[in-house]
């Protein structure tokens, strides 16, 4: 299984990538500078049937890996998508992130709170 930490340092908010994944998903790690962060939603995330998968790998239960919904991409990390964490960006690789996180408001929070304090 493929494991994703979140990193929130300084200026950037790093997401680690390991496991078997790593290969198919062709990352290691993905810096965010938290200046590029637009917005930050702990909620829900609908996999639409009309993605287009770049690299990475999806089952029933799982999305890993670089996609294109709706002219936008997309990074998506997650076993349940009932638990994930979206971020908005703009100026940066990705348009949109989705991470998983066991505790999605607790991490939303703390995203928030190292964007607020570059303000």
Same mark, same amino acid.
């Given at each position: 299984?493929?494991?994703?930490?979140?990193? +929130?340092? *300084?200026?950037?908010?790093?997401?680690?990538?390991?496991?078997? !994944?790593?290969?198919?998903? /062709?990352?290691? !790690?993905?810096?965010?500078? @938290?200046?590029?962060?637009? *917005?930050?939603?702990?909620?829900?995330?609908?996999?639409?049937?009309?993605?287009?998968?770049?690299?990475?790998?999806?089952?029933?239960? @799982?999305?890993?890996?670089?996609?294109?919904?709706?002219? !936008?991409? @997309?990074? +998506?990390? @997650?076993? *349940?998508?009932?638990?994930?964490?979206? /971020?908005? /960006?703009?100026?940066? !690789?990705? *348009?949109?992130?989705?991470?998983?996180?066991?505790?999605?408001?607790? /991490?939303?929070?703390?995203?928030?709170?190292?964007?607020?304090? +570059?303000?």
């Amino acid at each position: 299984m493929m494991s994703v930490q979140v990193v +929130l340092g *300084d200026r950037e908010l790093i997401v680690n990538i390991s496991g078997l !994944e790593v290969a198919a998903i /062709l990352k290691k !790690e993905i810096k965010i500078p @938290y200046a590029s962060i637009v *917005d930050v939603q702990p909620g829900s995330f609908e996999f639409p049937w009309t993605a287009v998968k770049r690299t990475g790998i999806t089952t029933n239960n @799982y999305k890993a890996g670089s996609f294109v919904i709706q002219r !936008e991409k @997309y990074f +998506l990390a @997650y076993h *349940d998508a009932h638990k994930v964490v979206i /971020l908005n /960006l703009d100026g940066a !690789e990705f *348009d949109k992130i989705v991470l998983g996180s066991e505790a999605p408001e607790q /991490l939303a929070n703390d995203i928030r709170s190292h964007c607020s304090l +570059l303000q």
